[in-house]
């Protein structure tokens, strides 16, 4: 029950990979409500995006809100 890691740096145009590994459903949703939203995952499935600007995106999963994680984008 938590994002791995809980911060990531990475650049524009990086995509990045989220692999849910735990057993119950979890989901990766922008604190914002825009950059990222993914459907709600099972054990084995993925969700990617692709950084297209500079910034930082703060978010949580949806089931679980107290799970958060922010990706910096420099």
């Not at 735990?22 to 950084?51: N, R």
């Amino acid at each position: 029950f938590a994002f791995s890691p809980a911060t990531l740096t990475v650049k524009v145009g990086d995509v990045v990979f989220w692999t849910q590994e735990d057993g119950a459903p979890h989901s990766v949703l922008s604190d914002t409500g825009a950059e990222l939203a993914s459907a709600l995952l099972t054990k084995g499935q993925t969700y990617s995006h692709t950084f297209a600007a500079k910034g930082s995106f703060p978010y949580h999963c949806g089931p679980h809100p107290w799970m958060k994680a922010t990706v910096t984008v420099e």
